[in-house]
């Protein structure tokens, strides 16, 4: 079995080099489950319970990504949905609240990317 730890990246790799499993894993736990499917039809309960062959697979396509720098238009897409708030009338635009609805696996990428750019934050103290 492969070691898990993660490694350490000196401030100049931390954008470039390509993403591990660990990565993926902090990342996906980080996945709302309860999140309805969105127009790529992933849930995150799937990519969640995913076996480390596909980690590895889904992390190849996304490190593919990084290094070319293309990101798909399903991922830019979102779908935003009126939700009417609790006991308001329904024929009041202000009575409902959007929710937008967004590719799992596009927020499993910009979870990635967070955690790069937290990491590079704190060991820069770029902010407090």
Same mark, same amino acid.
């Given at each position: 079995?492969?070691?898990?730890?993660?490694?350490? %990246?000196?401030? /100049?790799?931390?954008?470039?080099?390509?993403?591990? !499993? %660990?990565?993926? /894993?902090?990342?996906? #736990?980080?996945?709302? !489950?309860?999140?309805?499917?969105?127009? /790529? %039809?992933?849930?995150?309960?799937?990519?969640? +319970?995913?076996?480390?062959?596909? #980690? =590895?697979? @889904?992390?190849?396509?996304?490190?593919?990504?990084?290094? &070319? *720098?293309? !990101?798909?238009?399903?991922? =830019?897409?979102?779908? $935003? $949905?009126? !939700?009417?708030?609790?006991?308001? /009338?329904?024929?009041?635009?202000?009575?409902? =609240?959007? @929710?937008?609805?967004?590719?799992?696996? *596009?927020?499993?990428?910009? &979870?990635?990317?967070?955690? =790069?750019?937290?990491?590079?934050?704190? +060991?820069?103290?770029?902010?407090?």
């Amino acid at each position: 079995m492969e070691e898990t730890t993660p490694k350490v %990246y000196s401030c /100049d790799e931390v954008l470039s080099n390509p993403f591990e !499993v %660990y990565e993926l /894993d902090l990342a996906l #736990k980080c996945l709302k !489950v309860k999140n309805s499917l969105d127009e /790529d %039809y992933i849930h995150a309960e799937f990519l969640n +319970n995913l076996r480390e062959a596909a #980690k =590895r697979t @889904i992390l190849k396509a996304f490190n593919h990504i990084w290094k &070319r *720098g293309l !990101v798909t238009s399903l991922w =830019r897409k979102t779908t $935003i $949905i009126p !939700v009417l708030k609790k006991n308001k /009338d329904f024929k009041l635009l202000s009575s409902y =609240r959007p @929710i937008s609805l967004t590719s799992i696996t *596009g927020k499993t990428m910009e &979870r990635l990317l967070i955690n =790069r750019l937290n990491w590079s934050r704190e +060991n820069n103290n770029s902010l407090s």
